[in-house]
């Protein structure tokens, strides 16, 4: 093993992970729901309170739709975020923690929360094929 090649690989995944979730951020903030869903796997996993799978393209894309339209409807303005932890799951594979910012219009108050991610490199692009929305509910229903 050579010293520093892990910092190496290290310093590469969070940048191309980087690069994957402003990418991901600039499809919310187009609020082009089929740009959203390029960068979701087929089939994938969404986990909330209940489980649910996308197993074909047009379920992904009915889904992104709608949830294009509910952010729309409560004053979707735009989206930052930071990835606040990566873990590497060897070569293709990644675990990211996402801290998330959502700017709303007409003075409503931000919502900041946190989503985790599997993804997946295929062909080298990266996809996300689970996500675990364990904070967004909580807070929208605290914050309106």
Do not use: K
Request: proline fraction near 3%; charged fraction near 25%; include cysteine.
């Amino acid at each position: 093993m050579v010293a520093g090649a892990d910092i190496q690989i290290g310093e590469t995944l969070r940048e191309q992970v980087e690069q994957f979730f402003a990418s991901y951020r600039d499809a919310y903030n187009s609020g082009d729901p089929t740009a959203v869903a390029r960068h979701i796997a087929v089939p994938s996993l969404l986990m909330q309170q209940e489980t649910t799978l996308w197993a074909t393209d047009d379920q992904l894309q009915q889904a992104m739709r709608e949830l294009m339209a509910f952010y729309s409807r409560n004053g979707f303005a735009s989206a930052h975020f930071t990835v606040e932890r990566l873990l590497p799951q060897g070569e293709r594979h990644a675990a990211a923690d996402v801290v998330w910012t959502i700017e709303r219009s007409e003075g409503r108050p931000s919502w900041r929360f946190r989503t985790g991610y599997s993804l997946r490199r295929n062909d080298g692009i990266w996809r996300i094929v689970c996500c675990t929305a364990y904070e967004e509910a909580g807070v929208r229903q605290h914050i309106g």
